[in-house]
């Protein structure tokens, strides 16, 4: 587990920007419905700019010949002032699911 400060705020109510946040690493089980702490290579948060957001995550998954395959993952916000951030399948390599939220300290 770690601590960390969460900047912005897309995820208002619920995480007030400079909120102090307790993580845990790493993502247990199915990670949907679940707000994590998410690094993407090469997009970027839109209200911070920087290469960590904090979202709820969705996903739509796909059967295919070797289990399934994701088809979209959306990064949502709390705040609807904010657009989702999302994900086809081209991009999940990108993005690597860092923790998961655990409490608002």
């Given at each position: 587990?770690?601590?960390?400060?969460?900047?912005?705020?897309?995820?208002?109510?619920?995480?007030?920007?400079?909120?102090?946040?307790?993580?845990?690493?790493?993502?247990?089980?199915?990670?949907?419905?679940?707000?994590?702490?998410?690094?993407?290579?090469?997009i970027h948060?839109?209200?911070?700019?920087?290469?960590?957001?904090?979202?709820?995550?969705?996903?739509?998954?796909?059967?295919?010949?070797?289990?399934?395959?994701?088809?979209?993952?959306r990064l949502?916000?709390?705040?609807?002032?904010?657009?989702?951030?999302?994900?086809?399948?081209?991009?999940?390599?990108?993005?690597?699911?860092?923790?998961?939220?655990?409490?608002?300290?």
């Amino acid at each position: 587990m770690f601590v960390a400060q969460v900047l912005g705020r897309s995820m208002e109510l619920g995480i007030p920007d400079g909120a102090w946040c307790l993580f845990r690493v790493p993502v247990e089980g199915s990670r949907q419905g679940k707000i994590v702490l998410v690094e993407h290579r090469d997009i970027h948060d839109p209200e911070t700019g920087g290469s960590y957001t904090v979202k709820r995550y969705r996903s739509r998954k796909a059967a295919d010949a070797e289990g399934w395959r994701h088809m979209e993952i959306r990064l949502e916000p709390e705040n609807p002032e904010f657009a989702p951030i999302v994900l086809r399948e081209a991009d999940e390599g990108e993005v690597r699911m860092v923790a998961e939220l655990v409490e608002v300290l």
